[in-house]
């Protein structure tokens, strides 16, 4: 048993009732009441868990494309930049800059441009017609086009990509 103060509304002059409350009076739900839900099964659980894990895989494949068709993005963009940056060089001292087994810094300030890709390295070489410049791609990563090539020559500023993801 509990005894319960309860304060009255002013209208009944403040008077404070004290009444008897008595537990029995609640509703007390029984234990099977309170747990009485089906649970999944194995089956179920491990139909969930394969279609998740074909949602991830499907996810990961799109998300790889992605990332390596930027990288290429990424590649063509300084392949432009080092073109129009030797027809500047060519303008200024008349003839193309050759960096075949040069560091990219070097290339950055002969060339006064800057670079800094870690997925591809960059070399130009020079022959008696012009220039041509090629980004390789890097093991760096393990992407599907490690190896693969992207290349501009001095008379097509178009480059040449040699992935079909970059495509």
Not at 35 to 55: D, K, P, Q, W
Not at 60 to 82: C, D, M, P, Q, Y
Not at 128 to 138: H, I, K, L
Request: aromatic share 14%.
């Amino acid at each position: 048993m509990v005894w319960v103060k309860v304060w009255t509304c002013p209208l009944k002059h403040g008077i404070v009732l004290y009444y008897f409350y008595h537990i029995a009076h609640m509703r007390i739900r029984k234990r099977t009441e309170w747990y009485n839900f089906r649970a999944m099964s194995m089956i179920e659980v491990i139909i969930v868990l394969v279609i998740s894990g074909i949602f991830a895989s499907v996810g990961f494949a799109n998300f790889t494309n992605f990332t390596e068709k930027n990288r290429g993005k990424n590649a063509e963009t300084n392949l432009s930049v080092i073109f129009n940056a030797e027809k500047r060089y060519k303008l200024s001292n008349n003839e193309y800059f050759d960096c075949a087994g040069c560091a990219v810094t070097d290339m950055n300030s002969k060339l006064d441009i800057f670079i800094d890709d870690p997925y591809f390295t960059y070399t130009i070489t020079v022959n008696e017609d012009g220039f041509s410049a090629v980004a390789t791609r890097n093991a760096k990563g393990k992407g599907p086009c490690a190896g693969k090539t992207v290349s501009i020559t001095d008379d097509n500023s178009t480059p040449q990509k040699g992935c079909l993801f970059w495509r």
